[in-house]
């Protein structure tokens, strides 16, 4: 088997299992199987929410989710009887608890499409909402270097870039091979120097004509569109940094100064200083419990990672380093939220 067929059967294999596995959650818990798994609530996270525009290719997929999936989810929560509850009274409800679960929404980087397409579905239901913003993104200093790559990927059949050993022609001839690139440019910011990564991939970027800060202009709200979102009562901003970089991989110092500046510039900009936080990418590898600690001396009462699972009353104990469920682009059904909101997943994820 080819390089090429062995990597399309990876990727789809992958989903298909991920997909079947939530095909028998949603099973299991309609049959009363692991009742306890679902905790007393869950945070949801979305990124774009807007229709969808296909490309050439969508490496981005994952993080995007039509406003028709969105209304579908909150409908089908709802009818499983979750209380949607702002971020901020997470922690009273898991310090006492109601019969119904609870379930919050939020958004991450502050997207257009979020006031445009994701504001009016919350506003339907009812349901109370944070998005975090990075003030790179809002007042354009900083790129989006995921969708940088997803441009130029899109663009061009043959690429040139150097990854360290010397300069390489890579030809891009089929949508699979374009993937396989944003893998790698992937692996490429998370084992570099972040902002030196990003600053060569834009760099490139802007060799082929592509401006990436244009890209972050067109896709993020400015400080009057956050002004404006901000009077809206079901709508809260949360602190996600400046320069979106993963904090694991910074000094104490410079994630301090990351999380404590997002927070005092929000302020300025708002007059209201968030005291919730989401932490870039918020993996295990992105966020270490030092940055959690860091958190909750900086005086953000909940921050929030992108870990699975479902919120107990243990969860208390870790305020600062809270999990949350992705309604992912690739699994839009809305028994894949009742199946995620179940915990039986994460349930089985840890025992296995």
């Not at 798994?37 to 981005?60: D, S």
């Not at 019969?99 to 239901?125: I, K, M, Q, S």
């Not at 479902?310 to 839009?332: D, K, V």
């Not at 809305?334 to 994820?349: E, H, K």
Request: some cysteine; glycine content about 6%.
């Amino acid at each position: 088997m080819s390089v090429l067929l062995q990597a399309i059967w990876r990727r789809s294999l992958k989903r298909a299992m991920i997909a079947g596995g939530l095909e028998a959650a949603y099973v299991l818990a309609n049959l009363g199987v692991l009742r306890n798994a679902r905790g007393h609530g869950a945070i949801f996270t979305l990124h774009h929410v807007r229709p969808h525009a296909p490309r050439i290719v969508e490496p981005n997929a994952h993080l995007e989710v039509t406003p028709e999936f969105l209304d579908q989810a909150l409908g089908r929560l709802k009818a499983e009887s979750y209380d949607f509850i702002p971020l901020s009274e997470v922690p009273a409800r898991l310090a006492n608890p109601s019969e119904r679960p609870f379930a919050c929404f939020t958004l991450d980087d502050g997207y257009c499409n979020n006031a445009d397409h994701a504001l009016p579905v919350f506003e339907r239901h009812g349901a109370p909402f944070t998005i975090f913003i990075n003030e790179g993104f809002a007042d354009r200093t900083h790129t989006i270097w995921w969708e940088t790559v997803a441009a130029l990927i899109n663009q061009q059949d043959v690429i040139q870039f150097d990854f360290g050993d010397g300069m390489e022609e890579i030809k891009l001839s089929c949508p699979k091979s374009k993937l396989n690139l944003f893998d790698r440019f992937v692996r490429f910011v998370q084992h570099d120097c972040e902002a030196q990564a990003v600053k060569r991939l834009d760099d490139a970027a802007r060799t082929y004509g592509i401006e990436p800060l244009a890209i972050t202009e067109a896709l993020t709200m400015d400080q009057a569109r956050l002004r404006e979102l901000a009077r809206n009562p079901l709508a809260a901003l949360g602190a996600h940094t400046v320069s979106h970089r993963a904090l694991m991989r910074l000094s104490a110092e410079d994630a301090a100064h990351e999380m404590r500046r997002s927070a005092d510039w929000l302020e300025e900009v708002t007059g209201t200083r968030p005291t919730s936080l989401a932490y870039p990418y918020g993996t295990k590898a992105a966020v270490s419990d030092r940055d959690q600690h860091l958190a909750w001396e900086l005086g953000f009462s909940v921050a929030v990672t992108t870990q699975p699972g479902t919120l107990n009353r243990a969860s208390l104990e870790r305020l600062t380093g809270l999990p949350r469920i992705s309604l992912n682009g690739f699994y839009q059904e809305p028994r894949y939220v009742a199946a995620l909101a179940s915990g039986i997943p994460f349930a089985i994820s840890r025992a296995a």
